[in-house]
């Protein structure tokens, strides 16, 4: 079963700063959260991991609070391109660090 | 980052036939490989997950004699999908775990769509 919950669709414009949220009330000690990003008929593709606090990348920003039991991805002046399907995932980075996919935010871009 | 590869990208075969795809890891060695399925519209579901040199670990409902999963090499684990059928088509994406430091990946495959005539 999927550890994370996510809203099932998002809408914006570009330019526009983008926060998808997503719960994962049942995170253990040893999971790290990691968001991927999926364009149609392709497979994911990495966007941020933390574990707490604050992340940042060259792509996006990962805000964790303090009892780890949701974090926000946060995608700054959106474009069109970043219509896409983003998931959030927890994993156990001292075992096999599975995956099971929720369903995903669809994030839709708009001119 | 990493690359992993998928071959073929595509490929259609008839009913009762049995293919094989390959996942690789090209610049670096994986020990855990993960295979999923996708339906259109849908999210992906783990299938297996493939530890070289041991048996895969099969996911709760995934028939382990219908997929077989083979993982020879530190860059190379193979899906074989066996007499397969129509309700086999989809979409399988793999994935290639690597640890650096304190952080932690999965390098995911562009995919191979299948499809049973």
């Known amino acids: 079963l999927a550890k994370t919950t996510q809203p099932i669709s998002m809408d914006s414009y570009e330019g526009q700063e983008v926060n998808i949220t997503c719960s994962h009330n049942?995170?253990?000690?040893?999971?790290?959260i990691t968001w991927y990003q999926q364009f149609p008929s392709q497979g994911p593709r990495f966007i941020i991991q933390?574990?707490?606090t604050k992340v940042t990348n060259e792509v996006a920003s990962l805000f964790i609070p303090a009892d780890r039991k949701s974090s926000t991805l946060s995608l700054p002046r959106v474009s069109l391109s970043d219509t896409a399907v983003y998931y959030c995932?927890?994993?156990?980075?001292?075992?096999?660090?599975?995956?099971?996919f929720g369903s995903g935010t669809k994030l839709n871009v708009k001119p | 980052g990493a690359v992993v590869s998928q071959h073929p990208s595509r490929v259609i075969c008839k009913s009762g036939t049995s293919v094989k795809i390959e996942c690789r890891s090209l610049?670096?060695?994986?020990?855990?490989m993960f295979w999923y399925r996708q339906f259109p519209k849908k999210s992906l579901m783990l299938m297996a997950t493939?530890?070289?040199?041991?048996?895969?670990?099969?996911e709760q409902g995934v028939e382990k004699d219908k997929f077989l999963i083979n993982h020879a090499s530190l860059t190379l684990s193979t899906l074989t999908v066996t007499s397969a059928h129509p309700e086999d088509s989809s979409f399988y994406i793999c994935?290639?775990?690597?640890?650096?430091?304190?952080?932690?990946?999965?390098?995911f495959g562009p995919g191979t769509r299948l499809t049973v005539l």
């Open positions: 049942n995170i253990a000690t040893n999971d790290y």
């Open positions: 610049d670096f060695q994986a020990t855990t």
């Open positions: 493939s530890n070289e040199g041991s048996k895969a670990t099969y």
């Open positions: 994935s290639a775990s690597t640890t650096s430091g304190s952080s932690y990946e999965q390098f």
């Open positions: 995932l927890v994993g156990d980075m001292a075992g096999e660090n599975k995956f099971y």
């Open positions: 933390g574990y707490k």
